[in-house]
Nanobody, 116 residues
Framework: QVQLVESGGGVVQAGGSLRLSCAAS????????MGWYRQAPGKQREMVAHITSGGSTNYAAASMKGRFTISRDNAKNTVNLQMNSLKPEDTAVYYCLGVYAGKNYWGQGTQVTVSS
């Protein structure tokens, strides 16, 4: 069983930045890959970015790669999402995903609201 706990969400003005963090209950080297997803009101959950245990990254769209950065902090056992130049359309609940032993584990989500 893996527990993932997100933090770092909040309310920010357009153009601002937030840093989300996902803390895992086990060593993150065992969880591969890990990633961030988001779900806006009335929309389906969508991928934001993934990162493997080796540090390879994949972003859902070029626009996200230019503004969002996913990273791993092995010392703190966390996966982070740095979000810059935020736009109102980035408003969503952001979820952490971890794949462990062939199963998907999700965090409870953290709300990000970008005001115009």
């Amino acid at each position: 069983q893996v527990q993932l706990v997100e933090s770092g969400g909040g309310v920010v003005q357009a153009g601002g930045s937030l840093r989300l963090s996902c803390a895992a209950s086990i060593n993150i080297f065992s969880i591969n890959p890990m990633g961030w997803y988001r779900q806006a009101p009335g929309k389906q959950r969508e991928m934001v970015a993934h990162i493997t245990s080796g540090g390879s990254t994949n972003y859902a769209a070029a626009s996200m790669k230019g503004r969002f950065t996913i990273s791993r902090d092995n010392a703190k056992n966390t996966v982070n999402l740095q979000m810059n130049s935020l736009k109102p359309e980035d408003t969503a609940v952001y979820y952490c995903l971890g794949v462990y032993a062939g199963k998907n584990y999700w965090g409870q989500g953290t709300q990000v609201t970008v005001s115009s």
